[in-house]
């Protein structure tokens, strides 16, 4: 004697998809690729667009890192062609100080075999020698 399986009839269920900005339940129906609410105005006026705040807020964060990043090369630039033309090319640390010039801020650094690091800086090289404690600089 055998059991017949009773093969379960092949069912889609549609589960209920969300915004993915402010969670709530995309209208049954909508097109698949909708991933956001429509667009709307509420009384006073104001527009709700969940699809661009979404981007907005997600981009924000790259956006005040590159500011910040450019204006960090930025100020450097400048500052390094003050400190030049007012000590010359070898500087001390202080001198960097002075002029808010921070390493720690090059684009990229390399050590050298002997011990010296190179701070890269737009439009200049920042060789400093740590066991003098005196930084040369170079132009690039
Ligand atoms: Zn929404």
């Known amino acids: ?3 017949k399986i009773k093969q379960l009839p092949d069912i889609q269920v549609e589960l209920p998809r969300h915004c993915l900005h402010c ?4 209208p049954a129906g909508e097109h ?8 709307w105005y509420d009384q006073t006026g104001a527009v709700h667009d969940c699809k661009s705040d979404y981007h907005t807020i997600k981009k924000k964060p790259v956006n005040d890192e590159f500011r910040s990043y450019r204006n960090g090369i930025t ?4 500052a390094i062609a003050t400190v030049i033309s007012k000590f010359g090319n070898t500087v001390t640390t202080a001198q960097l100080d002075a ?6 801020k090059s684009i990229e650094y390399d050590i050298t075999d002997d011990g010296k690091i190179i701070s890269h800086f737009h439009g200049y090289l920042i060789i400093s020698d740590t066991a003098t404690g005196k930084h040369q600089i170079q132009s690039i």
């Open 99 to 104: 002029h808010d010039i921070q390493l720690a």
């Open 1 to 3: 004697m055998s059991k």
């Open 23 to 26: 969670g709530r339940p995309l």
């Open 32 to 39: 698949k690729l909708r991933k956001f609410c429509a667009v």
């Open 75 to 78: 100020v450097d630039s400048t």
